[in-house]
């Protein structure tokens, strides 16, 4: 059977992919994540029920998040900014070794 070939229509709209080099450091997380994170746990403990219902869970914490206020987000806010510096330092060591 011979290989089937690629017309130039369907090849037009697909970008190749750049690959992620793995020794690169992770990206930070935002202060929502970190929230996230930390209720995600909470609300699986609370109903072990919905750990099949990701989308439920996830629609759980956007509307808590929602209703934080800017003092309570501050916490998370601090968190953030401190894993942006780290993914700052050590992306500058990174690119050195490059």
């Not at 970008?15 to 996230?36: E, G, I």
């Not at 029920?49 to 989308?55: A, F, M």
């Not at 601090?78 to 490059?98: G, H, T």
């Amino acid at each position: 059977m011979a290989p089937k070939k690629v017309t130039k229509k369907g090849a037009e709209g697909k970008k190749k992919r750049v690959k992620k080099d793995p020794n690169a450091p992770k990206k930070p997380l935002s202060s929502y994540m970190f929230f996230a994170k930390d209720k995600r746990a909470e609300i699986l403990k609370k109903q072990p029920s919905l750990k099949s219902d990701i989308g439920k869970v996830g629609k759980m914490i956007g509307e808590e998040w929602a209703k934080l206020s800017s003092s309570q987000k501050l916490t998370y806010q601090k968190k953030a900014e401190q894993e942006k510096i780290r993914y700052q330092r050590e992306m500058s060591l990174y690119n050195k070794k490059k």
